[in-house]
């Protein structure tokens, strides 16, 4: 499975986005490239485990039909911690 990153802006959901050099964490900086966008720099401080788009939706999936957690990482290669903090993300509270 490629673990790739589709990047698109989060204000306006452009495409290319341009890197611009890293913050002082070292948290990659990107640039957004539209001229009618507001955010020219963001960072995606939140794709770690989970880098495959979807991901959360097939965890959710799974769970709906009923695949154990332990199922659920095994199938999806993901870690078994992803798939709890997933599905506990999921659950609007
Ligand atoms: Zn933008």
């Known amino acids: 499975m490629t673990c790739y990153q589709e990047?698109?802006?989060p204000a306006c959901g452009s495409n290319p986005i341009m890197k611009s050099g890293r913050s002082a964490e070292g948290t990659q900086r990107y640039?957004?490239?539209?001229?009618?966008?507001n955010t020219k720099t963001f960072m995606l401080a939140y794709r770690y485990k989970a880098c495959?788009?979807?991901i959360k939706e097939?965890?959710?999936d799974m769970a709906i039909n009923g695949s154990g957690?332990?199922?659920?990482?095994?199938?999806l290669k993901i870690n078994k911690n992803?798939?709890?903090s997933t599905l506990k993300k999921s659950r609007t509270v």
């Open 31 to 37: 640039r957004c490239q539209n001229p009618d966008c």
């Open 82 to 84: 992803t798939v709890i």
């Open 69 to 75: 957690i332990r199922d659920t990482a095994r199938v």
């Open 58 to 60: 097939q965890v959710v």
């Open 52 to 54: 495959e788009p979807g």
């Open 7 to 9: 990047i698109t802006c």
